[in-house]
Nanobody, 126 residues
Framework: QVQLVESGGGLVQAGGSLRLSCAAS????????MAWFRQAPEREREFVAG????????DYADSVKGRFTISRDNAKNTVDLQMNSLRPEDTAVYYC???????????????????WGQGTHVTVSS
């Protein structure tokens, strides 16, 4: 059974940093693209960052480019999101997701990701 568990969320002041981590249990996802999405109240779930199976290809939403860094450790079946220079508009529930197929690229559509974590709350105060 696949299980994704996010951790690392919390309350931080604007300009601060947080590191989110997602641990996957069950089948190994070393050949799957993984991504982080977020959903703010009354907004659609949106793509934040993604990484291909090898870690050599990454993609970021324009709103976080240069501030967030995604990384993965296939040996540990984890994917992390380092978030720096946080802004109040980064406040959301953050979800990690795994694509069901081996890909060298990173899809941005949430509809093609099959496995999701329960989410971790990030609140950035001004």
């Amino acid at each position: 059974q696949v299980q994704l568990v996010e951790s690392g969320g919390g309350l931080v002041q604007a300009g601060g940093s947080l590191r989110l981590s997602c641990a996957a249990s069950g089948p190994t996802f070393s050949r799957n693209a993984m991504a982080w999405f977020r959903q703010a109240p009354e907004r659609e779930r949106e793509f934040v960052a993604g990484i291909n199976w090898s870690g050599q290809t990454t993609d970021y939403a324009d709103s976080v480019k240069g501030r967030f860094t995604i990384s993965r450790d296939n040996a540990k079946n984890t994917v992390d999101l380092q978030m720096n220079s946080l802004r109040p508009e980064d406040t959301a529930v953050y979800y990690c997701a795994v694509h069901p197929s081996p890909l060298d690229w990173i899809p941005r559509s949430r509809y093609v990701y099959k496995f999701w974590g329960q989410g971790t709350h990030v609140t950035v105060s001004s």
